[in-house]
């Protein structure tokens, strides 16, 4: 016969050089798959007490917070005022990884990032928004966010440490 299954020292020697060259790739693909990957930029955000403190100017306003309630009425006093002087994130298009710390606030607390009109828009319309939320970020705890940002405007902020809605703007 002259079929390629006639010899079979052929057939072993073919199986062991598929066998090396699939075991090859595959150790590359390990190896080098993240390392090949594109970079995904991370974005740091630390809460303070009823803050995000590198969009705040001034930094750490020095707030303090024992709970939820703490936060709600110094945002009723002070939060218009330091969201119309925060500064606004300004990023192009893409994949982002959103690193939430907490920073000496003594309860959990977390983190939602969403597009803008998300809270007011309908059940339906908000299947198709972009929100991104989590919980859980105790005294000295990060944890990070992953987020694909289409062109438009976002808001974030933590609802258990009530902080203003600062504002994000994607360009393509």
Known sequence: MSDRFSDPLKVSRNARV???????????????????????????LTQTPCQFIEVEKGGDLGFTST???DCEKINAESGAERLASASIL????????FRVKNKNVPYDLGFWLREKGYDEAGTLR?????????????TGVTKDYEVELEP????YSCPLNPTPNYRIIVEG
């Open 67 to 69: 709970k939820k309630a």
């Open 152 to 155: 438009g405007e976002y808001i």
């Open 126 to 138: 908000r299947l198709v928004m972009t929100s991104v939320s989590g919980g859980g970020i105790g």
């Open 90 to 97: 300004r990023l192009k298009a893409g994949d982002y990884v």
């Open 18 to 44: 598929q066998a090396l060259l699939l075991g090859a790739t595959v150790a590359a693909s390990l190896v080098a798959g993240p390392a090949l990957a594109e970079e995904v930029p991370v974005i740091t």
